[in-house]
C-alpha cells in the first residue's frame, strides 16, 4: 500500500518535470488547465456569424478585393480570449450615410446604443458605433468602423482599388469566449 508521502512526492515530481517542460517549451502546462482561451469556441463563433447585421450593408457597398466576405474565429490576448465575426466592406458615399444606416439597422434588430464611443479624437462627433446585445451565452459587441490607413498597415492588408472610390469600413460582432460581458468603453 502506498504512503501519502509517497503520493504526494510523486505528485512534486511530476508537477516539476510540467514547469521544466513549460520553461524550455515557452508553454505552460498549468496555465491550460485554467485559461481554456480559444478551445471549444467553435460553436460560439458560429453564433456570431449568423448575426443578420454582418449581411445588411447601403446599397451600392461592395466587399473590396483581397478581403473574405466573412472573417471569423477567435483571439487570446493577455489571458482574454474573444470570438469574432467581421466583414469589411467599401461604401461609395458618405460616411454619415454608412452611420444612419447602420444606427438603425442595428436598433431595430435590438441592439442598445453604447453613447458617444469617444474613438474619434476631433471636435467631430464620431462616425464610429459601439453597440451591445445582451444573450444567454454572455453580451455580444457590436462595432462599426472607418477602415484608415494606420489599421490596414497594421493588419499589413493592402486596400483595393475600391477603396479610393469610397470609404471603407469594418462591420465586427465580438464577444468574450468563455460568455462574460463585454462593453463599449473596453
Not at 74 to 102: L, N, Q
Request: aromatic share 8%; glycine share 12%.
Amino acid at each position: 500500500m502506498a504512503s501519502h508521502a509517497g503520493i504526494g512526492r510523486g505528485a512534486a515530481l511530476l508537477l516539476a518535470v510540467a514547469s521544466a517542460a513549460g520553461v524550455l517549451t515557452g508553454c505552460s502546462v498549468l496555465d491550460a488547465g485554467l485559461d481554456r482561451g480559444c478551445e471549444n469556441t467553435g460553436s460560439r463563433v458560429k453564433e456570431l456569424e449568423s448575426y443578420g447585421i454582418l449581411d445588411s450593408r447601403p446599397e451600392g457597398t461592395v466587399v473590396p478585393q483581397g478581403f473574405k466576405d466573412l472573417e471569423s474565429g477567435c483571439w487570446a490576448d493577455s489571458g482574454d480570449a474573444s470570438v469574432y465575426a467581421e466583414r469589411t466592406y467599401v461604401f461609395p458615399g458618405d460616411k454619415a450615410e454608412v452611420t444612419r444606416y447602420y444606427r438603425a439597422a442595428a436598433e431595430r434588430d435590438g441592439w442598445k446604443a453604447f453613447p458617444a464611443s469617444g474613438k474619434s479624437s476631433t471636435a467631430e462627433p464620431s462616425t464610429d458605433l459601439c453597440f451591445t446585445l445582451g444573450k444567454e451565452a454572455g453580451t455580444a459587441m457590436l462595432d462599426v468602423f472607418f477602415l484608415t490607413d494606420k489599421i490596414l498597415d497594421e493588419e499589413e492588408r493592402e486596400p483595393g482599388p475600391e477603396f479610393s472610390s469610397g470609404s471603407g469600413y469594418r462591420v465586427s460582432v465580438t464577444s468574450a469566449a468563455d460568455g462574460s460581458t463585454m462593453s463599449c468603453a473596453d
